[in-house]
C-alpha cells in the first residue's frame, strides 16, 4: 500500500523563491528521507532525517519532521532553476521493515 | 566510477518476450533492491535482497524473477512480457539493511512493451 502522500503535486515558483514541499506518511519509522530525480534519470538523495530529529538543514535545504502528525517538510530556500525535478519523500525502517517507500513525488519548476 | 549501474538503459520489446535487466553496484553494499516506476512517476519496491538471500517479495507476478549471483549484482529476469509491464524499473543499494540508510538508485531501464 502506498506509504507516502506529497503535496503540492506540481509546484512553480520564480527563481530566488523558496519551494516547500510536504510529505505524509502512515506507519511508524526509524528515518525519512527526500530523494531528488531529474527528467530521465534515478533518484539522488538528498537528506535524511532520524525519527528521534525534528529539523535538520543541510546546504540551501531543510527539513523537518513531525512523527505526532507523521508528517514531513521539504524547504528549498533561494531555488535555481537546475532544481527543476521531482521531489520524493521516502520512509524507511519501523512498521516498513527493510524496505524504502515512497511518496506520490512534487514536480517542482523554477522558472528563471 | 558509477555507484549503481543497470543496464540497458532502454527495452522495447514484443509482448511474449522474455528479458533481463542486469544491474551491479561497487558500493560494497549488502542490499540491493529492485524499484518499478510507473507512468505516473510512482515507485513501488518489487524486490529486495540482503547477501544475496531474497528479504522483501511484493506481490509481483511469478513472471519476474531476481537473481542475485553475489552481493554486487542483483539481476531482473522477465518471462512472457505483458503490456502492462511497460514502465521504468529501478535498481538501487544500500549499506543498512536493518533501518536503512541512503539509498543510491541506477539510472533506470525503460522497458516498453509492444
Known amino acids: 500500500s502506498q506509504q507516502g502522500e506529497e503535496d503540492p503535486q506540481a509546484l512553480s515558483i520564480q527563481e530566488g523563491e523558496n519551494a516547500t514541499m510536504n510529505c505524509s506518511y502512515k506507519?511508524?519509522?526509524?528515518?525519512l528521507q527526500w530523494y531528488r530525480q531529474n527528467s530521465g534519470r534515478g533518484l539522488v538523495h538528498l537528506i535524511l532525517i532520524r525519527s528521534n530529529e525534528r529539523e535538520k538543514h543541510s546546504g540551501r535545504l531543510r527539513v523537518t519532521l513531525d512523527t505526532s502528525k507523521k508528517s514531513s517538510s521539504l524547504l528549498i530556500t533561494a531555488s535555481r532553476a537546475a532544481d527543476t525535478a521531482s521531489y520524493f519523500c521516502a520512509t524507511g525502517g519501523g512498521t516498513s521493515g527493510s524496505r524504502l517507500t515512497f511518496g506520490e513525488g512534487t514536480q517542482l519548476t523554477v522558472n528563471p | 566510477d558509477t555507484a549503481v549501474s543497470q543496464t540497458p538503459k532502454y527495452l522495447v520489446t514484443q509482448m511474449g518476450n522474455d528479458k533481463s535487466i542486469k544491474c551491479e553496484q561497487n558500493l560494497g553494499h549488502d542490499t540491493m533492491y529492485w524499484y518499478k516506476q510507473d507512468s505516473k512517476k510512482f515507485l513501488k519496491i518489487m524486490f529486495s535482497?540482503?547477501?544475496?538471500?531474497?528479504?522483501i517479495n511484493e506481490t509481483v507476478p511469478n513472471r519476474f524473477s531476481p537473481k542475485s549471483p553475489d552481493k554486487a549484482h542483483l539481476n531482473l529476469h522477465i518471462n512472457s512480457l505483458e503490456l502492462g509491464d511497460s514502465a521504468v524499473y529501478f535498481c538501487?543499494?544500500?549499506?543498512?539493511?536493518?533501518?536503512?540508510?541512503?539509498?543510491?538508485f541506477g539510472q533506470g531501464t525503460r522497458l516498453t512493451v509492444v
Open positions: 538501487a543499494s544500500s549499506q543498512a539493511f536493518t533501518g536503512i540508510g541512503e539509498a543510491f
Open positions: 535482497y540482503n547477501n544475496k538471500e531474497l528479504i
Open positions: 506507519t511508524s519509522i526509524n528515518n
